[in-house]
């Protein structure tokens, strides 16, 4: 039975039991004078012994209610433990394979720490490498502007630009160019380049391009003192060339009708083109023919090509020379052949006439000397030569026609 049931039903006989006596109080109270107990005290003693059955009751009842609570609580902590057990299991199992991968997250993450403070440290270095690059070419820079305001600078500048174009497109000094020659006839000047073509004739390059305002223009942020320092550029350009044609260049009369201006940069020739559409135009008219690298090393590279070809045409030359003499001595020498080959014929026919005359007249009376005894040697038989010396075959009437 449940504890509180059997405590409810205690109550209730505690109850019934005291309801009782209060009854029987009030029926035997008229009878019970004669015994001496009073009722009040006989209602004293009713509710002690009623106390007395209530306590037990409620004693028993306790203690069976601890009995079993006790139980119960004893039946729950061994479910409550298997339950907690298989959960631990159940959470170890989930957990365990969870541990292991945080343990490799936890390593992967070290590890990438370490390798991005290296990287960080690596590209700090670099920053400040490039920093350092960047005030060092900074500083180089100014130099170098400052270097080529200068005039005598800039005209050593723009020659070391001519080098290289004229190295690109595969030219040899002394053969199909000079540097700083003195023109003959009637030029006076003395080019900064002279470019020899294969037909004798020359072409003039000048390497001194202004590049001054230009330089302002680069260096300068605002727009509108941008435009006048690259129109100042498009008039210094065309000073330049009415300059160029007042030194007579092209009176020279090995000189193509025209003369190059170089220019070192293509910018710097857009940007005047720009400034003055006609400049390139206008400087043609007076024979002056203004070249940015990409031009120029095209124009070099064909005049190159034409020293090539001219090379390899004279080797040609050279080489037919050489084949057609070297046929006529194998002419000869065939016929040093053909003579040598007629007198081993010669020599053959020579040598079988004289076996035939030994054999008929010779080799008979050795035999007899020999069939005597009178010699232990044995003459050897001789046997003719019937080989021939192989012919030469006719040389092509062509070819020693060509000789």
């Known amino acids: 039975m449940d504890p509180l049931q059997v ?14 006596v209060l009854v029987v109080l009030r029926r035997v109270a008229p009878t019970d004078r004669g015994t001496g107990v009073t009722p009040d005290e006989l209602q004293r003693q009713l509710e002690a012994a009623t106390q007395a059955s209530v306590n037990q009751a409620l004693l028993t009842a306790s203690q069976s209610l601890a009995d079993q609570t006790e139980d119960r609580l004893r039946s729950q902590h061994q479910v409550t433990a298997g339950q907690t057990k298989a959960a631990q299991d159940a959470i170890e199992k989930l957990v365990t394979p969870l541990q292991t991968k945080l343990q490799e997250l936890d390593h992967h993450v070290r590890a990438l720490e370490s390798s991005r403070e290296g990287a960080y440290a690596k590209l700090d270095q670099q920053v400040t490498d490039t920093r350092s690059l960047l005030s060092t070419l900074q500083t180089e820079t100014n130099h170098l502007n400052a270097a080529l305001r200068r005039s005598d ?5 723009g020659e070391l ?29 003395r080019p900064d380049v002279t470019v020899h073509l294969t037909d004798g004739h020359v072409l003039y390059i000048d390497a001194k391009a202004p590049m001054d305002a230009f330089h302002d223009a680069v260096a300068g942020s ?40 170089f220019v070192p940069t293509e910018a710097s020739l857009a940007a005047a083109a720009e400034a003055d559409p006609r400049l390139i135009e206008a400087a043609l008219e007076r024979g002056i023919a203004i070249a940015s690298p990409t031009s120029l090393a095209m124009m070099l590279t064909n005049v190159s090509l034409g020293w090539r070809q001219q090379v390899f045409a004279a080797n040609a030359r050279e080489i037919l020379t050489e084949v057609r003499e070297l046929h006529g001595r194998l002419v000869t020498f065939s016929d040093h052949l053909r003579r040598a080959g007629g007198s081993l014929e010669s020599a053959v ?9 030994f ?6 009376a050795a035999r007899t000397i020999e069939s005597l005894g009178g010699t232990e040697q044995i003459l050897p038989d001789l046997d003719e030569v019937t ?3 192989r012919q030469l075959r006719d040389s092509d009437p062509a070819l020693e026609g060509g000789t």
């Open 7 to 20: 405590l409810g039903l205690v109550v209730i006989v505690a109850v019934v039991t005291g309801l009782t």
């Open 387 to 389: 080989l021939s010396p």
């Open 153 to 157: 600078t800039r005209g050593r500048w």
């Open 161 to 189: 630009q001519l080098e290289r174009v004229i190295e690109l497109a595969g030219m040899t000094e002394h053969v199909s160019y000079d540097r700083q020659a003195q023109q003959t006839g009637h030029g006076t000047g």
């Open 359 to 364: 054999e008929a007249r010779l080799r008979p």
């Open 222 to 261: 605002d727009p509108d003192h941008q435009r006048d320092h690259l129109a100042r550029h498009a008039k210094a350009m065309t000073s330049h060339v009415v300059e160029l044609e007042r030194r007579s260049y092209t009176r020279d009369e090995r000189s193509l009708p025209f003369m190059v201006l």
């Open 349 to 357: 026919k020579h040598y079988n006439q004289a076996v035939g005359s």
